[in-house]
């Protein structure tokens, strides 16, 4: 990650600390009860995690207890199994070896059968094995930028999650040099083994958010609905993001992918970060961010990035077809104006920025 990348990361992260802030006493859940008055202390842990990833963590206890370090450990042993930034971890050492490797963590096996569901139902959209392209194009742990026509034709050969085998011991490479990348999926993941911690400490009201991927469960200290913003996808000033809209969200998980803020120019051309593993190319079409709600957070990664990859009208059919999982869409018509498109199952719950 660039410095550019940075502050931008930094600057999301902050607005976010505001906007929660601020906007989480504006609005009222219909159906939760308040907490009583005294009984419980609102925590707020905050770190960094992942590289340069902030997590923030807030949760109502009776008990006022810091759960920090075991937040911390568990996060610290979930970048060792799954970092590809780490050549040490269990994914590096998997992509660094032709031999069949052995999963050694709790965590590898379990995003690894994940992943295969999604690629399955998204027709390859969402794929981890795209990290040879992600690479070429400049967008991962390996730089490289403007691949050659041929480049790209001979990556795509270790595209695909056909390409390996896995049981729930081991997993294996059907052809050498693939690659795996979790990285659209593995923040919402993160963010659900955290929220799993907590439940496991009988924490019923809590918000987990780790680089913008969010589960919230319960109330905050007021009884309210959590509040989460929706970034503009257009700065008014570089590395200073505005909110598009707001989302109450209570009792589920929300992630968000762009094009807005991770992208170059080159020749006069845009590329995005967004590769499609079908193709190989950075996408083209209009929609520039896609928000995800589903019951869990690693889902509602992995289809965000799948949605960027689809297009608005694609992912509209596909909607359809998963169960207990909506949307909110930001795209660009004709005439370069941005709209808006929300599934049924979140409308209601997405309000306007407050002034």
Known sequence: MNNRQKNIAYSLVLLSLVGLVYLYRLYTSPTPEAPASGQKTLRHLKGITMGVVAYNVKYLDAENR??????DTLLKSFNRSLSTYDPASEISRFNQDRAPFTFESSFFYPVVARSREIYEIT???FDPTVAPLVNAWGFGFKKQVLPSPAQVDSLRKLIGYAKITFDQKQIRKNQPGVMLDFSAIAKGYGVDCVAKLLESKGIQNFMVEIGGEVVAKGVNEEGKAWVLGITHPRYKQPGQPSLFKTVMLQNRAMATSGNYENYYIKDGKKYVHTIDPTTGYPVEHSLKSASVFAPDCMTADAYATAFMVMGVER??????????????LIYEDERGNL???????IA??????PL
């Open 66 to 71: 810091d759960f920090q370090a075991e937040i």
């Open 339 to 345: 709209q808006s498109f929300a599934s049924a199952g």
């Open 348 to 353: 209601a719950q997405v309000k306007e920025v």
């Open 123 to 125: 027709a390859g959209a």
């Open 315 to 328: 992912t509209k059919t596909v909607l359809k077809k998963i169960k207990d999982v909506d949307v909110f």
